[in-house]
């Protein structure tokens, strides 16, 4: 079998090459606190806070990226920024949620955990890996 391919390759003319990886560039931001979300992402996000929210919103010449990880059942949650990066063709991010280090820090009342990023407009779809 490894044989036929070998072979239809060859007379196909194909060949296997490796792609260069594209060149990662990283990317300035800003965390926005609750009081500093525009009023209409903020309306948005209360909209959807029930369930998981990966979208971005531009306002102003400032884009807004936003990731929330829906009702959670207790309080103590944290988002973490596993990766953030752009490329000549999109807006990389990546991140996840943390839950509480201990039974103790856990509130019993629901959450809602979103963060929300600033960035420049920089005209590139956004990726959330």
Known sequence: MVMVCIMIMQL?????RILP???RMDVSFTIISKECIPEGLAKLIEER???EIKITYVDQGNRYVVI???K???GGYSIYIKDLY???NALYVDTCLMGPK???DRSEVASYPVMVLRISEMGL???FQ
């Open 12 to 16: 196909t003319g194909c060949n296997m």
């Open 21 to 23: 990886q594209e060149e």
């Open 49 to 51: 806070k029930e369930e």
């Open 68 to 70: 929330g990880y829906g």
């Open 72 to 74: 959670q059942n207790g």
């Open 86 to 88: 752009k490329t000549q």
């Open 102 to 104: 201990e039974k103790k």
């Open 125 to 127: 779809p956004v990726v």
